[in-house]
């Protein structure tokens, strides 16, 4: 069992920029990928950024070219570094972790909420 803990939320006006961390219990070595998901109210939970065990990103159009997801193996922790945000970046945001062994293992941290005011 893998508990994931985000933080870094807040309130920011647009144009700003947040960082959210995503702290894992335990070694995230063997995780096949984390990510970042975010939903609004009345919405799916859709995917935002996601960085696979060997590096490889892959990001939400609506993001590209002003989010960055990263890790830090050594600290057991993902990243979401957020700029140039925008009002419609409004959401809560969810760190994601899954590992596959025999069977698919998927983690989730409780949210955090970044509200970016215009």
């Known amino acids: 069992q893998v508990q994931l803990v985000e933080s870094g939320g807040g309130l920011v006006q647009a144009g700003g920029s947040l960082r959210l961390s995503c702290a894992a219990s335990a070694s995230i070595f063997s995780i096949n990928a984390m990510g970042w998901y975010r939903q609004t109210p009345g919405n799916q939970r859709e995917l935002v950024a996601r960085i696979t065990r060997s590096g490889s990103t892959n990001y939400a159009d609506s993001v590209k070219g002003r989010f960055t997801i990263s890790r830090d193996v050594a600290k057991n922790t993902a990243y979401l570094q957020m700029n140039s945000l925008k009002p419609e970046d409004t959401a809560v945001y969810y760190c994601?972790?899954?590992?596959?062994?025999?069977?698919?293992?998927?983690?989730w941290g409780q949210g955090t909420q970044v509200t970016v005011s215009s």
């Open positions: 994601n972790a899954y590992r596959v062994d025999g069977v698919i293992y998927e983690y």
